[in-house]
């Protein structure tokens, strides 16, 4: 297939692109840098199956030639982000979502929207199923990503029943690895990044909130298998394994050898208190379950932290 990528030299849809051109797909990624880094997919470039457009996908978004699908990836995804480019997040979620749903309806391609477990907002329910309608407040700081991304998914369920766009859904949860910045202001590669140097572990609140956090080629997989799923409605992939951030904290520490201390910062607004994936539904309908280890996946992290990024 050609594949169109938006946020293409992200975190994660560097990682899809590496994937995809490894399945023997073409790629053609869209990313405007604006939390992503040409670095991230410098080791593709002179190869013939993969075409860098930089373009802010919140604008038309112009592509020559045929494409099978559109996997849009684009976002600020961080919530220190969330303060730092709200109108840009709400954007992309609004307009960019629905620019490459247009670009799909024009080629007659297939749609994947890279959509979060913050739809559920701050659950009331543990752990969350798809069924589950969320907890979101829309006035909040993290309200911009959140309701963007319900946004989202409901243009996008609206692109597959009034226009007959064949779309997927996926609801990502907390997913680290290789290529995330370490100034990216998400736990892990903060935590990880603060116990390389031996500097206090910032956690916020008493840690006792609760994340579940999955290794990015697990996620990149379940993404692949949804692709070729035909299945519409929403999919959760994360990693079932629900720990405390004190818990994230004293395991990175560990792992890592560290000496590093704890201190306690305040918690953010409506940052969520729980949060673990029902993935029953990715089991039956995708055959998929997370595979890699906490500890496996802070190690090859930390692996790649020491030999890329200047700690
Ligand atoms: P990331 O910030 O590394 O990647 C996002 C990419 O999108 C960046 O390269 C950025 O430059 C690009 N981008 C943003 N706005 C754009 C625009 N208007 N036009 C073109 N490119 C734009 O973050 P990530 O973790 O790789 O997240 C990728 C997607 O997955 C996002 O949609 C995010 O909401 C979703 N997601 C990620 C996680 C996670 O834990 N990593 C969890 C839930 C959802
Ligand atoms: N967190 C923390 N210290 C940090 C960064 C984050 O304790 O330096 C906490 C944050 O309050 C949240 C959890 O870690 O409860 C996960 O935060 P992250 O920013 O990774 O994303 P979120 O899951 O909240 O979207």
């Avoid at 038309?60 to 990836?73: A, P, Q, R, Y």
């Avoid at 299945?231 to 992939?237: C, G, M, S």
Wanted: hydrophobic residues 40%; proline residues 5%; glycine residues 10%.
């Amino acid at each position: 297939m050609r594949i169109a990528v938006t946020g293409g030299a992200g975190f994660l849809g560097s990682h899809l692109c590496d994937r995809l051109l490894k399945d023997g797909h073409q790629v053609v990624a869209v990313d405007n840098f604006i939390t992503g880094r040409p670095s991230n997919i410098a080791h593709l470039a002179g190869q013939n199956d993969i075409q860098f457009i930089e373009h802010d996908v919140s604008r038309f978004i112009d592509i020559e030639g045929h494409v099978d699908f559109v996997m849009h990836l684009a976002s600020p995804a961080s919530p220190v982000d969330f303060e730092r480019y709200p109108i840009q997040i709400l954007k992309v979620g609004a307009l960019g979502t629905h620019n490459a749903l247009g670009l799909a309806k024009a080629k007659g391609a297939g749609f994947f929207l890279a959509s979060t477990s913050e739809v559920y907002g701050d659950p009331l329910v543990n752990p969350q199923p798809e069924s589950y309608w969320g907890n979101v407040n829309p006035v909040g700081i993290r309200g911009v990503y959140d309701e963007a991304k319900r946004f989202a998914e409901a243009i996008t369920m609206a692109y597959h029943r009034y226009h007959g766009v064949d779309t997927r859904i996926v609801r990502i949860f907390n997913t680290y690895g290789p290529r995330m910045r370490v100034d990216d202001g998400r736990v892990m590669p903060s935590f990880i990044s603060q116990a390389m140097r031996g500097e206090p572990l910032t956690v916020y609140g008493e840690g006792q909130q609760t994340r579940s956090f999955c290794y990015y080629q697990d996620l990149i997989e379940g993404f692949v298998r949804l692709v070729h799923s035909g299945e519409h409605f929403p999919v959760n992939i994360g990693n079932g394994n629900e720990i405390t951030i004190l818990e994230l904290a004293q395991t990175i520490i560990r792992v890592i050898g560290s000496s590093s201390q704890i201190v306690y910062k305040p918690l953010p607004q409506d940052d969520p208190r729980l949060r673990r994936p029902d993935v029953s539904r990715a089991e039956r309908i995708l055959g998929w379950t997370a595979t890699v280890s906490l500890e496996e996946g802070v190690r090859k992290t930390v692996e790649y932290f020491k030999t890329n990024e200047r700690i």
